[in-house]
């Protein structure tokens, strides 16, 4: 899938939505766009109806557990490798690239989806190497914006002015009744999942690094892990992840790629506030993980997390965790040669942090 795939699965009256508010640019690129997301929405509308006429009373009965494992931390730090390790556990459940795509009816819907689907989503990821599958662990960011029709995403679609789209999102999360109406859609999603699988909620979203405050309301026993790595990786990685993701999903003519500078800013924001509400946590609550050792020796840094968090590491997830880490051995990561003038940029917004952790 190489374009239009942020909302594509999206019901038609939210889609719509989002178009009377944001507006198209009239051009063949993004008419067509138009057109794929708008045959989309009607039939994500169709099986959503069928949908809540089966499950609707056993959504609304389901108990919602307290306790997921979420991963925090900015884009690019390795959240999308430690999420797709230990969403290899069996005791966990994690969205699918499937169910966060089709949030409104994936209990029901997989048969009519699959044939397609599976031909449009196969490969890798357009920003590095990682496996797309239909079965892949996908954050639910992606769900959280087809049903709430909130995210900052949505200035990734429908952009609107210079500069990154992130820096006008305090918080990342919409006001007043919206609010409300974001926090049902995600007891929603999280429900309708552990119908599919009632086990350990697993969640990765990078979105959720400035919600700790509404998570535990949410889930008042949440334990959070978070990724960190050297700003000179996750700064122009970042950069170029939402150039690609912007180029490949706007439906204007108004994208442009985000500075060094804002990139740099936004991960500084970010890492002081979520150390700031980490602090607030119970240390068995938390836990912190350096990309750059997690990489160097994953079985060991996750064995350490479990038994931070009391969390049984068995052996049938050990032998998976051999498996898939045999089967990536020869994984090229992208490689970039930094300028020295963006690393000056990088310096001068987040020396001190690096300082800190020792990231020379």
Do not use: C
């Not at 390795?78 to 005791?91: A, E, K, V």
């Not at 819907?109 to 990821?125: A, H």
């Not at 552990?194 to 026993?221: A, C, G, M, Q």
């Not at 969390?311 to 020869?330: A, G, T, V």
């Amino acid at each position: 899938m190489k374009s239009a795939y942020l909302i594509a699965g999206t019901r038609l009256t939210r889609f719509l939505k989002l178009v009377a508010r944001n507006g198209i640019s009239i051009y063949p690129k993004y008419l067509v766009r138009f057109l794929f997301l708008f045959q989309n929405g009607a039939w994500a509308s169709i099986f959503h109806r069928k949908e809540k006429k089966i499950y609707g009373e056993k959504i609304n009965n389901q108990k919602l557990s307290d306790n997921p494992v979420i991963i925090i931390g900015h884009w690019r730090t390795g959240s999308t490798f430690l999420h797709q390790l230990l969403s290899l556990d069996p005791n966990f459940v994690t969205p699918t690239v499937f169910q966060a795509s089709i949030p409104d009816s994936f209990l029901t819907s997989r048969k009519s989806y699959e044939p397609l689907m599976s031909r449009m989503i196969k490969g890798t990821r357009p920003m590095d190497q990682v496996k797309l599958g239909l079965d892949e662990p996908l954050e639910d960011e992606y769900a959280l914006f087809r049903l709430s029709g909130y995210s900052p995403l949505e200035q990734v679609i429908f952009p609107k002015k210079e500069g990154y789209f992130l820096k006008n999102y305090p918080g990342f999360l919409p006001k007043n009744e919206k609010l409300q109406k974001w926090k049902d859609s995600l007891i929603y999603f999280y429900k309708k999942l552990l119908i599919y699988s009632p086990k350990t909620i697993l969640i990765k979203n990078p979105f959720h690094s400035l919600r700790l405050d509404v998570l535990n309301e949410i889930f008042p026993n949440a334990r959070y892990v978070h990724i960190i790595r050297h700003p000179y990786s996750v700064v122009p990685s970042t950069q170029r992840m939402w150039d690609i993701v912007g180029t490949q999903n706007s439906m204007n003519t108004h994208w442009q790629k985000p500075s060094i500078k804002d990139v740099s800013e936004v991960l500084n924001e970010m890492i002081n506030t979520i150390e700031t509400d980490l602090k607030k946590l119970a240390d068995n609550r938390k836990y912190e993980i350096k990309f750059e050792e997690f990489e160097k020796n994953p079985k060991e840094t996750i064995k350490s997390m479990y038994g931070h968090f009391n969390i049984d590491y068995s052996n049938e997830f050990d032998l998976k965790l051999n498996d898939f880490l045999l089967s990536i051995s020869d994984y090229q990561k992208n490689k970039y040669t930094l300028p020295e003038e963006n690393k000056t940029i990088i310096n001068s917004v987040l020396k001190p942090w690096m300082n800190k952790n020792k990231y020379e």
